[in-house]
């Protein structure tokens, strides 16, 4: 079944890739730019770099030292070709399988007769194999080859893709097996590579060199940084460890991998460690958008609180880390609570990156702009994450490549199964079908204009004459949702609400999910945000842009009077806002509270979908708004 | 005249450090615990780190790029230099003359027939002379060697280190002359250190050569590097910029090089783009503490009001630099506001990084320590600028050996004359002495228990028949200072109270400075610091320690009733502080404003002085202290 995360078992079952289809609405259309624009332009952007021909180079016997890119550069290839066979078996698109074929070629080329397969490392005056562990990348490149053939094997089958990565995976287990080389590498992926590429072959073997490294990891194994070992998560064994910590994406790795092993060992203990570390992470140090690491000096998560909106690193790749944790703790346990971090995720990290052309792309999330960016030329690398334009490729480029994967192949994280029914996680338009055991069949239609309308109508397309179940999560802050069925309507709680019975063909559950814009308040520890509200509007954070101001100075002074609710506009909402003027002080540390002039006026501010700022070009942003009203505390 | 800084002309002029003696108090006993403790450590780590053994190795042609320490730690021994020669000037000390012999002989040694002098380039197998501008650091390293050399020459007179510095300045003006290399070093120095060897030696070629890199740089001179050329002051002319960009430090030296070249060219509109910027920037990127740089990922200013307490980074060094451009810019003009500032940033930056054993030290100085930090091993280098504890050396270590000069010079620092008087800028127990033209003499002696106390008094030690004018700066912060002299006591404004007429001896003039503890609200587009308070207390910046809490978290979740007002305690002071309980969330992002729970108990919170933080061991803290009541805003 085509599916990027197969568990032996769990509490509910992925739905194969080819069991849902999008039929519109906001996703859809991403999936369609995606294929149509991102694809292409990844794999330019890496021809022009000589980033495919230092696979060239290693086959001739010409590369050396001087070979462009960084030491990671091989992954980006290997995460389009991930891209590409799911989004060849998503549309059957011609284009996508020559690339595929294409660039399998190339990188099969450069293969060593021993399976080891790199291009920056072993050849010509390269460093020897394996002997920069610590920043390297190489098994981090091969773990990205996995998912690629995962992706290939799943939707194709076997061809030279499936089998060069075996011969790549069979020479990893040969180096690093438990009688090889006692070591691991400084970014986590290879794990979760081989952990699924074991599952997809049925060859428990790679499971174990997951299980392997993962339990080799935690004692100071890799070489010290002035970073700290907490950067590659080489300071603590996962299984002890309270909270994620160090560089997001790693530890995201780490830990998607961590939950597979625990769920292919049947290893409760391991898997109750990263729920734990999920908790304490969710609740202290992730944003509102669902980004996740606060720091750019280490692209690190922070400490507990330390959320600062506008250094906010939250790496788009980070997001997708997440979503692949997240999906994974989903598919073991069930829990709504997984798909409500999905939901957010996707709407406001995965769907903030590309702009609507396909062919640029925001590294970072940060929650607010201070200075708008300088337009970006589609020409230029991007030297930096930074900036506030959204680039045509970066020096570091991680985030193209895996936005297109996750795009491609993002109609397979909507739905689940297991063996009495169908589980509904996220809202799209869509057609699904799944076998249920005793020959049921659960086959629906969603229509739903989410998230920009609340209601959610589920068509049964097959009738049955036997009972199963049908689970439609309802997100966290859908206080006061409606559930109608043939019943009658009933309010149903944050969580998962059931209609179980024989349904016929044509009947409709319809779930009403409240999306008007609403404030968000944060716990008062988060420090720099104290004094904010956001707004939220369904899964979508919401943001004030400069272009919507007289200008970017406005967002520093600019104060909200939540008591005056919040007004539907052309924008996603309005709100009551006061501009103040804000003279220069010499000094901005004053003898009493600043009070804003009285005859500063009071405007109608409009909030837009925070994935789309800086759409409209260069602009100032702010997701927390100041408020004018603070309730007293304590009193 | 002996004196760091002595410029040709300008609105008042320094004293000798031989016209000024500590006579006890805060800082003698920094002066103190810097010549018996500080200046020996430095020595020690400095040898056991082979950082000294680099100049034997090249002198004997031993050396290689196997070479220990960064490309500039040669500076760090020529800033021990220059704190030995001011030491040695100020108490005769014979161990610190015998250190500048045995350092100046081992330097030498190393110094190539045409000038030359590093050991990190251009010997053996080493990168050839200035082949890495953007990172090498050699003329930055030089520039020390010069500062060095201008303190020997004047505290002692022309020798081999003054000799061997001019060979070296010489070969710069050589290579890097109007007809030499148009090139300039990534990190700001050699300006500062070229001009004032010109004034020291009377040779204003170097003084031009300082001109020279100064107008050649902002000009995309230097390659561009990822963090982009504002990192390096590379993006814009001096003459130009609006505000103080890029890496803290070498913002601060370029700019203390451009007061000199701009007061010895009588450049005014040189003079005035610097002031324009101090202006901007003290208004808008710097802390309470006078702390400068917000970003620890460039050890960077970020953007206007981007400060944040947890992520300050606020480097010793760059509290140094400061205080170096806001001294230049006093003597250029004059203005109390430039006294106010280096006092802020002695007592709450420069006296913070040391330990009261002085051999330990704070690189960063954030204003809010969430975890408490680590005990320092005492014989570890520690490989990070943060930590929350005080290290005894660093793997990059520019502060030690920077406090070590600045409190061996700090003297200096403390008053300025005229041709009509006296100006007493910082007020400490002590001696001070200047002839004035027409024969005049004023002398006085300051007696205080400043800053504990806030009674300065000033006595006229050598009576006099014609009149001169005793000047006092009135702290920005003292609202309700008086003035005592024999006519009576008045009220006297912040800026300068002056005392004109034929002093006797003995007589006696009072300053009562204002020094109960007090409320400073931060501006509101500070974000980070929204809804927050901070105590101060004359000069020094106070902060809660979570030493005096239950434990760390208390210092998450406490508020502070500003209402209540601030108590004398044994401690600074005490203010009213609620510790609620805020039980952990799931999600720490809420449909209301969350209120403490109402059993939560007031207490009295100690505040401390910032500087002393962490001495108790290691802590939480924090400077901004959330407040409880916050007065509404826009109503």
Redesign the interface.
Known sequence: MSSPVLPSHGRVRPLGLAQVRLNGGFWYERQVVNASATLAHCESWMERLGWLANFDRVADGTTGPDRPGWPFSDSEVYKLLEALAWEAARTGDPDAEAAIKRLTARVARAQDPDGYLNTCFGHGDQPPRYSDLEGGHELYNTGHLLQAAVARLRTHGEDDLVRLARRAADHVCRVFGADGLAAICGHPEIEVGLAEFGRALGEDRYVEQARLFLDRRGHGTLR?????RAYFQDDLPIREAGVWRGHAVRALYLTAAAVDVAVERRDDELLHAVERQW?RS???R?Y?TGGMGS???DEGF?????L????AYCETCAGVASVMVSWRLLLATGQA?YADLIERTLYNVIAASPSPDGRAFFYANPL?Q??PGRPADPEEVS??AEGGTRAAWF?VSCCPTNVARTLASLHGYLATSDDDGLQLHQYAPCSISAELPDGRRAAVEVETGYPRTGTVRVRITAGSTASWTLALRVP??A?GATLTDEGGTREVAPGVAEVRRAFRAGEVVTLDLPVEP???????????????V?VERGPEVLCAESRDLPGPAAL??L?I?TRAGLKAGDDAALARA?L?A?P?????????????RSD?GWIDLPLRPYHSWAQRGPAGMRV?L?V????????
């Not at 922070?302 to 330390?306: K, L």
């Not at 609403?518 to 104290?530: G, H, L, M, N, Q």
Request: glycine share 8%.
């Open positions: 010290d940084i002035p970073l700290g908790e969710v609740a202290r992730t509102i720091r750019h000096q922070g400490e507990d609180w330390e600062p909106p506008d250094r609570r607010h201070r200075t030297p930096r020096d966290a802050w206080t609403r404030f968000t308040w944060p716990d008062p520890r988060i420090d720099a945000v104290r004094g904010c956001a520093d002074a104060v009077d006061l103040p804000r220069g002080g010499a000094w901005p540390y004053l003898t009493h509270q600043a009070a804003p500063a927390w100041p004018s009203t603070p309730h007293p505390e304590g009193e």
